[in-house]
Structures are given as C-alpha cells and as structure tokens.
C-alpha cells in the first residue's frame, strides 16, 4: 500500500511482514564508542530474514531481570541473509533489561529476536535527505546513509554525548556528516541551533529521531521555516522518564 496525495510527493510505501521469531547466537562483541556498542548475532534463520527499510525495527527478547521476558525494539544495522548475520547497535543511555543484556553478552550467548512486522519505504520526487537525530537514531540513520544511491545527496545532522561518540560512514552517496556534542539528551537547544544552519530546498525530505520532545522541537522549528509536514517523518525512539516507550509517528 503506497500513502501519496500527488506525485509531486514523497510516497511512503508500507509493506507487511509474515510474524516470525529468530533465534541466533552472538558472534561477535565491538564497543563502537562510549555511548555504543555492537553485536554481531548469526544463525540459519536468518535465511528469510526481510528488511525493506534502515529504520525497521525488531524485537529482541530478553530476560527481564524478574524470571519473565522483556522485549524492546532495535533498529537492523546491517544483515547478510546468505551468510546468515544481523548487526544490531546499542545506544547505552539507559540501563534497561536489553542494555543490561548487552552488556554481559558474550560470544556464544543465545538469543531471540522478533519481527521486523513491517517496512515504511520512502519514495518519490526527494531531491536530497536531511537525517537528524540522537545516538539512538544512528543506527537507522547510518544504514540509510551506507545504502544510499552513489552519488545521492544527504546530510545528516547527529547529537552525541562527545566526539569519541561520531562515527564514520562508508557510503558512496555525497555526505554532509554534521555532530553536535550534548550532555542532556532531552534539551532541544543544541540540535535546533545546528538546524538554522543547514538549508532546506523545496524537495528536501526531513527524517527525524531522537528524545520525543526533541523531535516534536525540530518538528515544529521546521514547520515554522514553512518546510511542508509531508516533507517530514519525525518519531520519537524514547521519552524521557518513561521505560520501554516511544512515538513513532509524530
């Protein structure tokens, strides 16, 4: 199912996906940076494994510290189904049962992931991309940008703890890569100030993520610019003072 009122704007194409449960082995332990790190999970069955879009979401099932499960949602950074491999990024800004788990994981270590249940693909007539967002969103912001077009302008705009925390891309699209250093996740001002920096033409198509009222702030600041809504996909990946919860659709 395609959502378009014009051809002349971005598309968002949904695509649903058969409900499945994996379950894989931790092959690999990198800590990025001080604020990430990164597992590298394999197994057979991620033969079949769909991901249509760099920010889909799967569920990783863990133990929840009580003798349960918790379940908690994190972006595929990168995954080969011939070799049977999914990389998944974790922004350690939260001590949460999955960070927890992350954290101890070794290599060997069993676990279960969920989904993805769906992909949101954007189309259409995007002149360039603007990507912003916290640590959380990097990982879908990093494997939209490796999987770019050669050639494809995109800038992306990043709040981080520090500059031990910027990462490189390996892309062949034309990166503008743009950092901002912040202590508080869930203070606007700085992603804002770096914002009246960066220019927004006609056909540029906005991808927002971070703390829900950060992205509710760029949100409006854009809209103030007079860049039209359907130019925008801005989500919340957390809310302050809240576990487990998110916006995905602000």
Known sequence: MTDTLSPERPQIERHR????????????????SPAMLRLTLEGPEMADFPS?????????VVPDGAGGEAMRDYTPRRFDTARGLLVIDFALHEAGPATAWALAARVGDAVTIGGPRGSQVIAGPIADWVLIGDETALPAIGRRIEEM????AVTSLVAVPGGADEQVFETAAALDA?????ADGTDAAPL???LDGLTIGPRSFVW???EAGVTRALR????????DRVWIKAAGYWVAGQADASDKEI
């Open 192 to 194: 804002l100030a770096a």
């Open 178 to 182: 743009r950092w901002v250093h912040r």
């Open 220 to 227: 409006d600041a854009l809209v103030a610019r007079g860049v």
């Open 149 to 152: 077009a050669a050639g494809v």
């Open 208 to 210: 927002i993520a971070a």
């Open 17 to 32: 996906h058969e409900l499945k449960r994996r379950r894989l082995t931790v092959s690999g332990i990198e800590r990025l």
């Open 52 to 60: 249509l879009s760099p920010e889909d979401h799967v569920k990783l």
